[in-house]
């Protein structure tokens, strides 16, 4: 295993399997998607879901080749109604979950509904968008449901959320089998299947092990195979939110009738990130002031 430098929490590190199509992306999160969580004071239910989420698009982003914008969405009809994760190429991420009751008590976090994916490039370029129908088994099993339906790309994913010592914890680990690649000579047959099996062993406890390093677990999960790693990318807590002037760019481009919809009884309106949860109010002027003209 080539040297790296070390992360303990808040990364995603890239690696591959030397002579063979394989390539993997390990994400641990630590402090900062313990912030995203905190922040939100979510149910405990519903937490873990979005922390997983955050992981799984960290892991996902990372295989992009150009700068950009990932978002993975899922809207469903279960006790979590709408969930968003996003991670731009600098790791900068943010998310939020939207949820009834039911979360509270651990309902079906999702139920039917459909699981989507866009990229958007940073040169501008045409956004992609992929869209699969969720999976029974939870998010991890619709991302892989996507990979068979859309993509055709073998992929094995491990993912957990959940609290060790008292703090949010958030882990994936996927490994992918690239089909633009030919075949090298040291790839056997039954190494993607033995690489499978390598994959069902991987549970919480190690990925969500604060005292067991990143690396640590990639060398005792690929130990007989030839590991290498690449630079990790930091991952933290951000909002591009854009403050009080995003939030006037978008009332002004809502119509006369929308912004009514938004005012209270004295004509004022306020306007709350989904994601950081920064508040800024208008008054009955200043909201009427944003109105676009006809």
């Known amino acids: 295993m080539e040297a790296r430098a070390a992360l303990r929490d ?3 590190r890239p690696f591959r399997l030397a002579g063979t199509r394989v390539r993997g992306r390990l994400v641990r999160l630590g402090p900062e998607v313990a912030r995203i969580l905190d922040r939100h004071a979510y149910p405990d239910a519903a937490a873990a879901v979005l922390g997983e989420a955050l992981a799984i698009a960290a892991a996902l982003a990372q295989s992009l080749k150009a ?3 990932f978002t993975l969405q899922v809207e469903g009809d279960g006790a979590i109604r709408r969930l968003v994760a996003d991670i731009d190429a ?3 991420m943010r998310g939020f979950a939207g949820f009834d009751g039911e979360a509270e ?3 079906a976090p999702f139920g039917a509904g459909y699981l989507a994916f866009t990229f958007d490039p940073a040169d501008g370029g045409e956004r992609y968008q992929g869209v699969v129908e969720l999976a029974k088994g939870g998010l991890a099993q619709s991302v892989l449901h996507y990979f068979r339906q859309s993509e055709q790309i073998d992929t094995c994913l491990a993912a ?3 609290r060790r010592g008292g703090s949010w914890r958030a882990a994936a680990l996927m490994l992918q089998r690239l089909p633009d690649e030919p075949d090298p000579p040291e790839e056997t047959g039954d190494l993607w299947t033995r690489l499978g099996h390598y994959m069902l ?4 406890d190690e990925l969500l092990d604060p005292a067991l390093p990143g690396d640590a677990l990639l060398l005792r999960l690929f130990h007989r195979d030839e590991l290498r790693v690449d630079a990790a ?3 933290r807590d951000g909002c591009r939110c854009g403050g009080r002037a995003r939030m006037e760019t978008v009332l002004r481009a809502l119509s006369a009738g929308e912004m009514e919809d938004m005012r209270r009884e004295d004509g004022s309106l306020e ?3 989904q994601f950081c949860g920064r508040a800024e109010a208008f008054s009955a002027d200043q909201a009427s002031a944003l109105i676009r003209a006809p």
Do not use: E, F, K, R
């Open 233 to 235: 990318l930091p991952l």
């Open 271 to 273: 306007m709350v990130c």
């Open 105 to 107: 008590a651990g309902g």
């Open 90 to 92: 600098t790791g900068l």
């Open 10 to 12: 808040d990364y995603v």
């Open 201 to 204: 062993t991987v549970g919480p």
């Open 160 to 162: 957990a959320c959940g």
């Open 67 to 69: 700068g950009g914008i």
